[in-house]
């Protein structure tokens, strides 16, 4: 046994303390993300969409929840709303949703035809759009105005021209549209 | 030892090529999208440049990078002649042709269908077929990276494994089992539709399937640029590698936790569920580790060869790094666009901030930085530290190598930093267009600008990259000595059988990816009318 020797194996208990408390930050910082995200979930219930639901999308026009006559925004007896689009190349039906300030929303949402994407600018929602399945998304606006809702998946040439529409408007205002009953738009506004 | 050095050299000029053409319709793209070239009336020509780009940046220049350096590290780590060289030809000529096959259709726009494919989208069959010989090839090359190894290990009994050719090896598995999904996808589903054996898809599996692919992918992209960060850096700047054992570890867990974690990438899809959109979430999270391990080990061998150098203090041995070398600077700039790369990476993998930005510009811009900075930058230093022994001919011009490191790197700060803006703006990616007219765009037209410019940038640094390895060729002629790999401070003399073969962690990798995959892909696969009409690109 040398010096050099003992000097090595010295050096390498060094290295091997260093390298494991640098390994243990490293997995903390890891659980403890994971473990924000798991607490996001579960305590703010910002989860995806639980359920899979499916849809034939060569049949959506002729009946189901995706028939024309069904599309745009609905007040719902308890006072949330409903809305209903569909997507296809190139455009969303209706092609400007309109919705009430500060009150729950459900949007139901499908493809006609090949995968589009429903994204509100400004605001969280944002959603794949699958052709065969329906997607869900909660969401609630803060703030009146106008919003920009570009298609924002790839779904061939046309894509880039495929912007809808959201219009924000006051609860009463919308309360009042919804007197009639119906599916509402920002169609006659 | 490099013997086969045509063979390794094929493989690097080819994927420079096609990286330099790849790069030039990037750049062509960034401007036409842009304020400032707004004149292509014809969205058409913009998605068969960006499906050619993305096709090539995707899975032909990458593989190739892996493949040549895999060969280049199996002679000259290993010390052995490289067994089966016809073979390698013969993957190298599968890709040639799987390219030019692929390429065809996409220049006539009949398969825009970009390099993720979107089913129900269906292109020209040749393109697919196109991209299954290139992937073909590339398995050629993981079955020899695995044979030589066998022979090595007949040769040697029971020595450690070189940790060049123990991480080429890992890297080669991960690739071989990552393109199963994407495989999978083009064999039962598109190829069939394409060749109009069957008119409907189900998309929602397709995508599911694609998910398999199209993350781990990105860990064989990584892999060349680990390598190089373990055992050349230390090397080229006259240090040692801190661990050994670390390394090891590091390659390992890339090997088998980056495996099933591609549902990140269907966190927006309806048709995948709550509870394994969470599991992917958290894999993703742990993904983290070997970066982190890397870092660290990276850093402290660093600062082994600024002690050694004279380096002092805390942070002063910064300093005594020697930032003339290229390959310190190439570390540098590599390890600046992984960190923010990296954390942008951490925000994707969160469900509840991805929300925020899924499917932007922001994504654009991480993958960018990651892939173009990270990883690309590390294949120049590979290239140029290789090229002397390949060409047996000296690179002198280090300040014009120092200059194109240092337009890559900006050019992609350039590139990436306003598209991380725009993002969280909201702004969609993979348009051909924006109207810069409406009031609500408007304020994007700066930052698409800074882009663009940026994409100009990262061209000039590509077209001098591929200058620099061309004059190259005519230099001086010099004795560039055998190929080396950096030492570890403590040399392992016997390392434990679970460090030294792959057997016990390929099987976990595949064990973790029927877990993670298994059951949502036979609950789609059995699941009925969820098929859909394929839609043809190009048939009017």
Known sequence: ??????????????????????????????????????????????????????????????????????????????????????????????????????????????????????????????????????????????????????????????????WGKVKVIDKTDFANRAKGGGRLSCVGQ | ??????????????????????????????????????????????????????????????????????????????????????????????????????????????????????????????????????????????????????????????????????ANVAGSYLWAWTAVGAALELLLQIIPAAAGLKATIDAGLARVFFSWTLHAIVYFWLMPTYIAYYTIVPRAIGGRVYSDSMARISFILFLVVAMPIGMHHTFADPQVGAGFKFIHSAFTALVALPTLLTVFTICASVEIAARLRGGRGMFGW??????????????????????????????????????????????????????????????????????????????????????????????????????HWVGILGMPRRMAYFDFGDPAIAPQALSVTFSAIGGFILLASGIMFIVILARGMRALQVDAGPYRFALAVHEPKTVPVALNTHALWVALMIALTLTNYGYPILNLALSSGTSVPAVYVGAQ
């Open chain 2, 1 to 166: 030892m490099l013997v086969n050095r045509k063979l390794i050299l094929a493989h690097f000029w080819l994927a420079f090529v096609v990286f330099g053409i790849a790069l030039t319709l990037g750049a062509w793209q960034m401007f036409i999208r842009s304020p400032i070239g707004t004149w292509l009336s014809n969205p058409e020509l913009y998605y068969r440049s960006l499906t050619a780009h993305g096709t090539v940046m995707g899975y032909v220049f990458p593989t190739l990078v892996a493949m040549g350096f895999g060969y280049a590290i199996s002679e000259s780590a290993l010390q052995q002649r490289l067994v089966g060289v016809r073979w390698a030809w013969a993957g190298f000529w599968l890709i040639v042709i799987g390219s030019v096959m692929a390429v065809i259709p996409i220049a006539l726009g009949r398969a825009s269908v970009l390099y993720t494919f979107y089913p129900p989208l269906i292109g020209n069959v040749f393109y697919y077929l196109g991209v299954v010989l290139v992937v073909v090839g590339s398995w050629i090359w993981v079955a020899l990276m695995s044979i030589n190894l066998r022979v090595w290990r007949k040769a040697n009994p029971g020595a450690p494994v070189p940790l060049a050719m123990f």
């Open chain 1, 1 to 162: 046994m040398t010096a050099q020797d003992t000097h090595g194996s010295a050096s390498a208990e060094v290295a091997a303390r260093v390298e494991r408390r640098w390994a243990t930050i490293a997995v903390i910082i890891i659980v403890v993300m994971a473990g924000l995200a798991a607490f996001a979930g579960i305590h703010r219930a910002t989860m995806p969409q639980p359920r899979v639901e499916i849809t034939d999308p060569s049949r959506l026009h002729l009946s189901g929840e995706f028939v024309e006559s069904n599309l745009g925004s609905v007040l719902e007896a308890n006072g949330n709303v409903t809305v209903h689009a569909i997507g296809q190349q190139y455009s969303f039906t209706p092609a400007c949703i309109v919705v009430p300030v500060d009150t729950p929303i459900t949007l139901r949402a499908t493809s006609a035809d090949v995968v589009h994407g429903i994204l509100i600018q400004s605001t969280n929602v944002n959603t794949m759009l699958v052709p065969g399945y329906i997607s869900e998304q909660l969401m609630r606006f803060s703030k009146t105005g106008d919003y920009l809702m570009p298609c924002q998946e790839f779904c061939s040439f046309g894509h880039e021209g495929m």
């Open chain 2, 318 to 419: 910064i300093k005594a790094l020697p930032w003339d070398n290229p390959m310190m600077l190439a570390l540098a700039f590599s390890f600046v666009m992984l960190g923010f790369g990296g954390a942008g990476g951490l925000i994707n993998m969160s469900y509840q901030l991805d929300a925020s930005i899924h499917n932007t510009q922001w994504i654009t811009g991480h993958f960018h930085l990651i892939f173009g900075g990270a990883i690309v930058i590390m294949y120049f230093a590979i290239a140029y530290d290789l090229w002397p022994h390949l060409t047996g001919r000296e690179l002198i011009d280090l300040r014009l190598i120092r200059t194109q490191l240092w337009l890559w790197f900006i050019g992609m700060i350039v590139t990436t930093f306003p598209w």
